[in-house]
Each structure stands twice: as C-alpha cells, then as structure tokens.
C-alpha cells in the first residue's frame, strides 16, 4: 500500500467543496482531475500528479454519491432560483400594485376628484352648450329661409314666429297684444317677425318689404312697447310719413293698436297747424299723453 491508497483510504469519503474552498485549493494546487477517463482518475488529485488510482466499485459509487449530490445542489440552488425569481416577480407586482394603488389616490383625493369633475362638468356644458347654440342657429336660419329673410349687420336678434312670443320676451303690453288677437292678428307677416324684435332691442332699421306686407304694424308695435304706459311727457313719439294717406294708415293702426292703454294719437297736416295744436293742447290740457304723426308732403 502505497502513500497514496492509505490517503485515498484515509480520506475516502472526504469531500472537497471547491466552491467554499477554492483559495486554498489554488495555493495547495488542488485540482479536479481532468482526465478523459475519469473512472481511472477519480476526483481530486491531491498531489498535483495528475492521476489518482482506487477501486474502481467503490470510485463509481462516491462518483454515484457525487452526482447525486451534484444533482441534489443544482437542484436546491434550481429551487433557490426559483424561489428568488417569484420573490423578484412578487416584489414586482408589489410595485406596480403600490403604483397604482398611488395612481389611486390621485383619483379619489376628494379635492382633485372635485376639481376635475367640476372640469369634466364645465366641458360638457361647454359642448352641449355649443351643440345646442348650433342646433339654434340651424333653426333661426330655416325659419328666415322659409320666409324669404334677408338680414345684414351685426348681432341680429332671432326672429319671433308668434305676437305671444313678444310678451314673453319683450315685455309687450298685454293690452296690445289682446288688440292684436281681436283684430284677428295672430301670426307676424315676414317683415314683422325680424323688424318687431329689432326695434325691440333699439336698433336702428332700414327695412325693405313689399307694399301690404305690414311694414306699418312692424314699426308701430315696437313704438308702444317702448313708450310703455302713458305718461304726462308732452309729445313722446313722432312718425313722419311721404303722404298724407300713409300718415292716416299709421294713425288708424296705432288708435286700433293703443285702443284701452290710454295713449292719445293726433294726426298733422301742416308743420304750422301741428305746432299750434301741439302749443294749445300742451298750455290747456296738462297731462294729455300724446304721438303725433306728421304727414310730410314731397312737393
Ligand atoms: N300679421 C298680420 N296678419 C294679418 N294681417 C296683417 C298683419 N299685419 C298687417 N296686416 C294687415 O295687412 C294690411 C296691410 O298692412 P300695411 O298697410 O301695414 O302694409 P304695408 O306694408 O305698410 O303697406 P304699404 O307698403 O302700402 O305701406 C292691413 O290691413 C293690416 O291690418
């Protein structure tokens, strides 16, 4: 038995952990043989020669143990892996779970969550705000169409398609619009419908319409609404109109208008005489609420 078996024997069993001990096996110049026969040569040539010699039974059952404790580690540290792997994979859905969880908080921080469904809120209202100002428009446009209305400048107001809609949105006197109705006047001709809500509003019109198309009641409305009730002003409002037929069209219009409001309507045939009564009526009788009409001759 040589030196060699009694330490083979001696350390039979012995396991190097090359792993752990790798340092000291380098200074001791241990090395795993790396012999193509590896029966022949079993494991660690302690001496540096290259070949170790033993039984071959018992090399390949340590060789057995060996694998199967190689098995047995590449298996543990496999495990070892995996479990890191799913701790990573676990930390990370942790992560993204906090992250949203954050993304959360965002949401439902009752300040921000007010602030932006007030916001919400405005640009809805805004759009079917928008929506509803087009569909509006849209109507208005038809309704001028079908009517053959012509408008120019800016800022025109909507055209009325009912006397009624006056009393409701220009404050015209019930009284009035009860003449209206009993002189069998309920649906505004075109020339009323766009020229009564801009005399309304105080705008200045030129106004173009056919002759018998109610240019007169389109004017004479708006000048009731504006004088309001009767009042001891002297004169309050004055239509000066080409002839002398057209004045007593518009006077007859106005009395049948203003009939029970109380309003005095005085026709003019000359600028002298209309001066004279005016100064009579004004010294005698105080209090007279009157509207002159002047019919002006083109001579
Ligand atoms: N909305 C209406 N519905 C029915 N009849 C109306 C309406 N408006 C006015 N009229 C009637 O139409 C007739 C003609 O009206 P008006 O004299 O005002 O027309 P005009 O356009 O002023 O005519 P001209 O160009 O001759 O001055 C009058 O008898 C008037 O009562």
């Known amino acids: 038995m040589d030196a060699f078996d009694l330490f083979r024997k001696l350390g039979a069993g012995a396991k190097f952990d090359f792993k752990r001990f790798g340092k000291d096996a380098e200074r001791f110049k241990v090395v795993r043989s790396q012999e193509k026969d590896v029966s022949d040569h079993y494991g660690i040539d302690f001496f540096g020669t290259g070949v170790t010699h033993g039984n071959k039974e018992q090399r390949a059952v340590e060789k057995q143990e060996e694998e199967g404790e190689v098995d047995a580690v590449a298996g543990k540290r496999k495990l070892q892996d995996e479990e890191k792997t799913a701790k990573k994979k676990k930390k990370a859905t942790q992560a993204e779970v906090a992250c949203e969880e954050n993304e959360g908080i965002l949401w439902t921080s009752s300040a921000d969550r007010k602030s932006k469904g007030l916001k919400e809120g405005r640009d809805r209202d805004k759009t079917s705000m928008k929506r509803l100002q087009h569909l509006h428009q849209e109507k208005v446009n038809r309704v001028r169409t079908q009517n053959r209305i012509n408008v120019h400048g800016c800022d025109v107001p909507d055209p009325v398609c009912t006397f009624s809609e006056l009393q409701s949105e220009y404050n015209l006197n019930p009284r009035v619009l009860q003449n209206l109705s009993a002189a069998g006047l309920t649906i505004p001709t075109p020339i ?101 009409k002047s019919s002006v001759k083109c001579t």
């Open 192 to 292: 009323q419908m766009q020229a009564i809500p801009l005399m309304m509003h105080g705008r200045e019109l030129l106004a173009c319409a056919p002759t018998g198309s109610g240019k007169t009641l389109a004017f004479c409305l708006p000048l009731l609404t504006h004088l309001k009730q009767p009042a001891n002003l002297g004169i309050r409002a004055l239509v000066i109109s080409p002839t002398r037929e057209l004045a007593s069209q518009t006077h007859r219009e106005l009395v049948r208008l203003s009939e029970g409001v109380g309003f005095r309507v005085h026709i003019l045939d000359k600028a002298s005489m209309a001066a004279r009564k005016h100064a009579t009526s004004s010294n005698n009788k105080s209090g007279t609420k009157t509207i002159f």
